[in-house]
Each structure stands twice: as C-alpha cells, then as structure tokens.
C-alpha cells in the first residue's frame, strides 16, 4: 500500500474503517448475548425473592437469554448490594432492590458503597404496604386505642424487627413519631423470630409487611390495627388505612426497584426498562404481585434515581429529628 498514492492509501483506510464500524455496532446491539443474574440480597423465600423470580422468567422471555436469580443475603441487604455495586457495568449483574438501601445508609452504617453514586437506576417495580399488628395478649382492638395505651404507659410496649436500620425499624419509628409514643425497640436477626415472639407473647407489637402478616392474622394469631397505605388492600379489606383509624395523613409502603452497577450503558438501562415496564403490564405478573399484597410502578430510570435520593432525606431527617439510635 505504500507504493500507491496517498490520497488512495487515505480513502483505502477510511474505507477499511467504514466497514468495521457495522461490526462494532453489531457487538454492541448484541446485548444479551449471554445470562443476566438478579441478585436478591435477601434469603430465599420473601417477598423480594419471590416478585425477583416471576421478574426473571418474564424478562427471560422476552430477552432470549436465560436471567436468574442469586440470593446473596446478610447484614439487612448490603452484602448483596455490595456484589452488585463491584460487578461489571456489562448488563449481566443487576440487583432487585428494596427500601432497605436507603434507610441503611440513612442509619448511618458504615456501607461499603453508596446507593446513589454506585449504582444505576433502571425501573421502578412495585409498591407493597404494611400492617400494624399486636399480640393477642394486648388489650387493644383498634390503631386508636394502641396509641392511647402507648401515651398512658410510655416506654412500656416492644416491638419487633427483622434488625436495626431496616424498614420495620424505620417504619415503626415514623409511625411513632407520628403518633407521639415511645415504643421499645426489639431487633432480631429476621423477621420469623419477631413473628414467633409476638405470638408467644413476648412482644407487644409489629410492623411487618402486609403479605407476610395476612395469614396470621386471618387465623386469629395475631390481631391486626391497620395497613399503611394510602387506601384498604384487597388482601385485608377488614383492615382500615392507619389515617382512617387515627392518624390522618400517614401513609408509608415499601418499594422495589431494578437497578446495576453505575455506568451501566445507557443502552441497556433503556433496553432493560422498556421490557421491566412491559412485563408489569402483564395480566399474570399483576395477579403474582397481588398475592404479595403489591401494586405494580411502572416508570422511569430518573423517576427512581429522585426516589432514592428523597427516601434517603426522609429517613435521615427522622432519625435525626427524633435522636433514633439507629446503629
């Protein structure tokens, strides 16, 4: 090629160039070219896990790719937050998120990364509430007279939580910030053994999630006050919002959420949220996530970006507003 002249020696190579840029286009468009992992940084068997698995069979379909689902559990979610956070930014990675990552960095623990700044937002899941539940032995029927015997005998009623900074922690926490009581903070390593506790007794009051508290209560293990969203569940329709039975404009509901490791390319996160919204579109996927007491959210990946950051201000104003020991 050197014997030729150089202005065809020029136009040779940027003919050779033009001809490889398809091909990289083509490696690019090529994402999912192998499986995707979800991560779950919980134990097998929740909530999280169970809406993370039908996720996983209907993205699955519509990718072409197998995407499965790792359950990587411990320190309240960060361990497998963490994972996430260090993987590669490819596409394959990603992690079904809850409330958690947010009020764990707002309690002040010392993460190993941070929810806004490592990782990347890419849908909006679903929306589940909880349920304010007492044990038996407690004398109360209604949310009303919970908080007056509460105010009555400051100090004098525990509850129960599946670990400090989670969001039965928090959760219980604003709702008695609301309320004007003091409760007495019990954690526990999972929210199994609260359950076992409040029905033998030995705790006065929980705050569990809504799917996980239904059975107990409908066989008359445990009495159920109120749910916290915004209106009745289909789940518990007996059971009245926290601000109809006596604090008016509370509400409170966990979230879930799709996200990866920052950086993720911008492609992909478009990609995977198109296909996240339309498998919560799906007749079926509804009905799954009805039976965890959850309303789908269909968004945007800067609709969930701005709710990390305000769920991070909300949590962090509470604890400090109210001096909660919250490590």
Partial sequence: MKSLPSPIRRALLL???????????????????????IVVPFAPGG??????????????????????????GGSGGTIGTDYVTKAQPDGYTLLFASTSITTNAAAGKKLPYDPVKDLAPIGMIATTP??????????????REFIDLARAKPGSISYGTAGVGGINHMGTEL?????????????????????TDLMGGNLQMLLPSLAAA??????????????????RSPLAPELPTVAEAGLPGFQLEAWFGLFGPARLPADVVKRLNAELNAVLAMSDVKDVLAREAATPRPGTPAALGSLVQSELVRWTKLIKDNNIQAM
């Fill in 15 to 37: 003919a050779a160039a033009g001809l490889l840029l398809p091909l990289q286009a083509s490696a690019q468009a090529a994402w999912p070219a192998r499986p995707i992992k």
């Fill in 130 to 143: 909880f349920a304010v539940v007492v044990s038996n032995d407690l004398k109360v029927t209604t949310l």
């Fill in 175 to 195: 709702l008695a910030a609301e309320a004007k009581v003091k409760l007495i903070h019990a954690p526990y390593k999972g929210i199994s053994l609260a359950f």
């Fill in 214 to 231: 239904t059975q107990h209560i409908h066989s008359g293990k445990m009495r159920g006050l109120a749910v916290t969203s915004a209106q």
């Fill in 47 to 72: 909530s999280n896990d169970n809406m993370a698995r039908v996720l996983a069979n209907k993205l699955s379909a519509r990718l072409g790719q197998p995407v499965v689902v790792e359950n990587k």
